[in-house]
């Protein structure tokens, strides 16, 4: 068996810019995460695994509910799976992690089956071949009606050193789980109409990606196309007529390339570039074309920088449920230069990124989310005790401005914090 306690105190300024709705986090903020595994494995070839994740223990997560209901809808229970293989085959049964295209769509506890297998082949070394069918909550626990995901994976390994893989996933959305960004949900979309509220649909992702390693040089990549439709219904908050059924078409394009070198064996430099495309069109405009262009996922996970996609320390202890379309769906262009150095017992991260929407939020508005900075230290005082510190500004740019408010000068973000390991 083994976890950690951790505890972290974090300061924070306009967090809530990055996530329109939502208010302002405590300043300072103390919060602590627990977490355990359990790995058994009886015979060869069986193996089963039962982890905990308490998520975020503080004042705030006390006060509105939020960790009484994770408690009252899933004990905690982050995996409890079991685990079979016979020689190049196994199956996965139960709750456990789930994730679709490289995270951009799904990367989460869920409960699900998943297979898979490898073949040795004539033009390549290896095939292997990956399905899995999870129903998907925001819990991530398994109840009747739920809405379904299945995906199918096959991967090419040519040489050591190299694999490409293509995969196809669908999102059977059985209870509004997809949602659209607020600016399109909320807003004039017909004449006396307010509201959009998805019940159903049906979203396919077609993907492709890779990865190589030669020579110090580490990349990997991968695209993806979504496809589909959303049925929706408008409603009227005066109630002058019944609610409308309408059939949204949803497409989008999303990718991201991650590039590193090991410059010494201390230090590595690196990047990366993400594309999420988003809608720049009014809402009537939406509800008007039956027809929504931002790229859509489910329960995402991009750490790729420490304000805007929520990475950080504590990327290790949350699960995602970052917008991989950006702010209210407008869309997402970034490109990073990051290094990484290690010492031994010390570690610093940073990274230094430029960030940019494809829309801007209002007619004849800017586009630029603007220049974020982090950094990240970590020293490990023995091998059962780290300490950690992190600081992050994001220098905000044309986007957050309009004619009558001008964009806060930063978002920034500081923490400290401790894990003790067992």
């Known amino acids: 068996m083994n976890g950690s306690i951790s505890g972290r105190m974090e300061?924070?300024?306009?967090?809530?810019?990055?996530?329109?709705?939502?208010?302002?986090?405590?300043?300072?903020?103390?919060?602590?995460?627990?977490?355990?595994?359990?790995?058994?494995?009886?015979?060869?070839?069986?193996?089963?695994?039962?982890?905990?994740?308490?998520?975020?223990?503080?004042?705030?997560?006390?006060?509105?509910g939020s960790l009484e209901a994770r408690w009252d809808a899933n004990r905690f229970i982050d995996e409890a799976f079991v685990r079979l293989k016979v020689k190049k085959t196994w199956i996965r049964v139960r709750k456990q992690r789930v994730i679709t295209g490289d995270g951009l769509i799904v990367d989460d506890y869920q409960p699900a089956v998943a297979v898979g297998a490898t073949f040795d082949g004539e033009s390549v070394s290896r095939v292997r071949v990956k399905a899995v069918v999870a129903g998907?909550?925001?819990?991530?626990?398994?109840?009747?009606?739920?809405?379904?995901?299945?995906?199918?994976?096959?991967?090419?390994?040519?040489?050591?050193?190299?694999?490409?893989?293509?995969?196809?996933?669908?999102?059977?959305?059985?209870?509004?789980?997809?949602?659209?960004?607020?600016?399109?949900?909320?807003?004039?979309?017909?004449?006396?109409?307010?509201?959009?509220?998805?019940?159903?649909?049906?979203?396919?992702?077609?993907?492709?990606g890779g990865d190589a390693l030669a020579r110090g040089w580490s990349l990997e990549g991968v695209?993806?196309?979504?496809?589909?439709?959303?049925?929706?219904?408008?409603?009227?908050?005066?109630?002058?007529?019944?609610?409308?059924?309408?059939?949204?078409?949803?497409?989008?394009?999303?990718?991201?390339?991650?590039?590193?070198?090991?410059v010494t064996d201390s230090l590595t430099l690196g990047g990366f570039a993400?594309?999420?495309?988003?809608?720049?069109?009014?809402?009537?405009?939406?509800?008007?074309?039956?027809?929504?262009?931002?790229?859509?996922?489910?329960?995402?996970?991009?750490?790729?920088?420490?304000?805007?996609?929520?990475?950080?320390?504590?990327?290790?202890?949350?699960?995602?449920?970052?917008?991989?379309?950006?702010?209210?769906?407008?869309?997402?262009?970034?490109?990073?230069?990051?290094?990484e150095w290690e010492r031994g017992n010390l570690t610093n991260r940073a990274v230094?990124?430029?960030?940019?929407?494809?829309y801007p939020a209002v007619d004849n508005g800017g586009t630029s989310y603007g220049w974020e900075i982090d950094t990240e230290l970590g020293y490990r005082a023995t091998p059962g005790l780290t300490i950690r510190v992190e600081g992050d500004v994001l220098f905000t740019g044309s986007f957050f401005e309009d004619s009558t408010n001008p964009a806060p000068g930063t978002i920034s973000k500081a923490v400290v914090g401790v894990d003790v390991l067992f």
């Open 11 to 64: 300061w924070a300024k306009h967090l809530e810019l990055l996530s329109p709705g939502s208010s302002p986090p405590d300043d300072p903020h103390a919060s602590g995460f627990l977490t355990a595994s359990l790995t058994v494995t009886p015979v060869d070839g069986l193996e089963g695994r039962l982890t905990l994740g308490s998520r975020e223990v503080s004042r705030r997560t006390l006060d509105d």
């Open 136 to 208: 998907l909550d925001q819990d991530g626990v398994l109840r009747e009606g739920q809405s379904l995901h299945g995906a199918i994976t096959v991967e090419l390994l040519p040489s050591l050193f190299h694999r490409v893989w293509f995969s196809v996933a669908q999102l059977s959305d059985r209870d509004g789980l997809i949602d659209l960004p607020a600016s399109v949900v909320v807003g004039v979309l017909v004449p006396r109409a307010a509201l959009i509220d998805p019940e159903e649909g049906r979203v396919t992702w077609w993907m492709v």
């Open 223 to 262: 695209g993806l196309l979504q496809t589909g439709s959303i049925e929706v219904t408008a409603s009227d908050p005066f109630d002058v007529f019944s609610p409308q059924p309408r059939s949204i078409r949803t497409s989008g394009l999303a990718g991201r390339v991650n590039a590193s070198y090991a």
């Open 274 to 339: 993400l594309y999420s495309s988003g809608d720049g069109r009014q809402p009537s405009e939406v509800w008007e074309d039956q027809r929504y262009d931002g790229f859509l996922s489910i329960f995402p996970f991009i750490n790729d920088t420490n304000l805007f996609f929520r990475g950080g320390v504590n990327q290790s202890l949350e699960t995602g449920r970052t917008a991989s379309s950006g702010v209210d769906g407008r869309g997402v262009v970034a490109l990073s230069g990051n290094a």
């Open 352 to 358: 230094v990124a430029h960030l940019r929407s494809e």
